[in-house]
């Protein structure tokens, strides 16, 4: 039988909200044949990151079932697939559509999704197909303004042979000086034919480069500006594999050296020294606590910086939000947002990173920054004393001399 595709639209505009679909495990386990079906849980986050609300009609999510690697799972399958929804909001098979689901709003309050505000839904018990590869996920939604808009985007979910995990990617500071060595760490269980690469701007030679790194599980790097690394994970060819999973992560350099083509001087010129970096680091985060937290706080950056900031959750029943929106001055319409979330027990070490986020921050911006610490479920809160439901983390690195100010805190 083919495989169907996760159904497209073909006339749909870009989608107006942002859509995240972390999978567990990730990547997916695929099934062996012989063995016990491979179960797998899909997670789909929506939220809306534009600056104002939007009235929601519908949200469809298709998923490609068929035996072939860009499907999820076999369509005799896809019966199996289990629904959770938010409150407010119903998930329902489509009827004659394998494989297919439509999300929409009870009332008229839940079909309004203000900024910032996630909504999840997940399909769980998911009986991933055999085929190693991408599977695909095409997300519908039509929300209304005036009249109907249709909104599409698709979503790829990585499938690997039972065992293959990238984890753990990260800097071991966060913040070093020009010219010293940055040092990344990640956690990788190979799986026969699978490959690791890291990528990356390499500012000393002026190109791009590209390691080959499958044997190690750390990397020494000489850095002199702010720098993105990806870590890519593949099975097969690199140009077509079967299997392609990407992690990436970033360090940023203090006072980094001046890059430039061409330099001309006129006239006489002074090398100055270096500017004495400042090392206020003021309290952004909420006290820890074990109920629902919800904070939010206003400052004015005195000078250029990168603001950076995560969230953790332990324990079904939790989930916890991170929102920083910048308003930089003097250019209307130019403020940005970003966001990251995180629910349940996404992984029981107590000290492994979370979803993280890093914002660039220019001299005189205001800054809005909003937690959202959710406890949601009952719990024993003697067996969890002195255990804490969310870690958090903000931290603010300025590129010159200066805080950021506090304005308003709630």
């Not at 600056?51 to 999510?61: A, M, V």
């Not at 929300?143 to 109907?148: A, D, L, P, S």
């Not at 690997?160 to 990788?188: C, H, M, N, S």
């Not at 005189?364 to 004393?385: N, P």
Request: proline residues 7%; glycine residues 8%; charged residues 20%.
């Amino acid at each position: 039988m083919n495989d169907i595709p996760a159904a497209g639209g073909g006339s749909a505009q870009p989608p107006l909200f942002d859509y995240q679909s972390p999978t567990k495990p990730s990547p997916l386990d695929v099934t062996v044949e012989g063995a016990e079906v491979s179960r797998g849980k899909l997670r789909i986050t929506v939220t809306n990151t534009t600056s104002t609300t939007h009235t929601c009609d519908t949200l469809t999510f298709a998923l490609a079932v068929g035996g072939g690697a860009a499907a999820f799972t076999a369509a005799h399958k896809a019966a199996d697939i289990q629904i959770t929804h938010p409150s407010g909001w119903a998930l329902e098979t489509v009827s004659g559509r394998t494989g297919v689901f439509e999300a929409s709003p009870n009332d008229e309050a839940a079909a309004d999704v203000p900024r910032n505000t996630p909504l999840e839904f997940v399909l769980s018990n998911i009986a991933v197909n055999t085929a190693p590869g991408t599977a695909e996920l095409v997300v519908t939604e039509k929300t209304i303004q005036g009249g109907t808009r249709v909104g599409e985007t698709k979503l790829y979910c990585p499938k690997a042979t039972g065992g293959l995990r990238l984890a753990d990617f990260r800097p071991t500071l966060q913040v070093i000086p020009a010219g010293d060595k940055a040092e990344l760490t990640w956690k990788f269980t190979p799986v026969e034919g699978a490959k690791v690469d890291l990528h990356y701007f390499d500012a000393a030679e002026g190109k791009e480069k590209k390691v080959s790194v499958s044997g190690d599980r750390n990397h020494q790097v000489r850095l002199y500006e702010d720098t993105s690394f990806m870590l890519h994970a593949y099975v097969g060819p690199e140009a077509a594999p079967t299997v392609s999973y990407q992690l990436y992560t970033f360090v940023t350099v203090s006072l980094p050296y001046l890059r430039t083509k061409d330099l001309t001087v006129v006239g006489a010129a002074s090398l100055l020294g270096r500017a004495r970096p400042h090392t206020t680091r003021p309290r952004l985060t909420p006290e820890p606590s074990v109920t629902t937290v919800n904070l939010s706080a206003s400052y004015t950056a005195e000078t250029d910086g990168l603001l950076t900031g995560s969230v953790r959750t332990f324990f079904e029943g939790t989930n916890a939000q991170l929102a920083v929106t910048v308003k930089p001055p003097n250019a209307t319409g130019t403020e940005h947002t970003a966001y990251v979330y995180c629910a349940d027990d996404v992984d029981s070490r107590v000290y492994a990173p979370g979803p993280n986020l890093a914002m660039p921050v220019p001299k005189g911006s205001t800054v809005d920054v909003d937690w959202k610490l959710v406890r949601s479920a009952e719990f024993d809160d003697a067996q969890h004393a002195g255990t804490h439901l969310f870690a958090t983390t903000m931290e603010w690195h300025p590129w010159g001399t200066g805080k950021l100010v506090p304005m308003t805190t709630v």
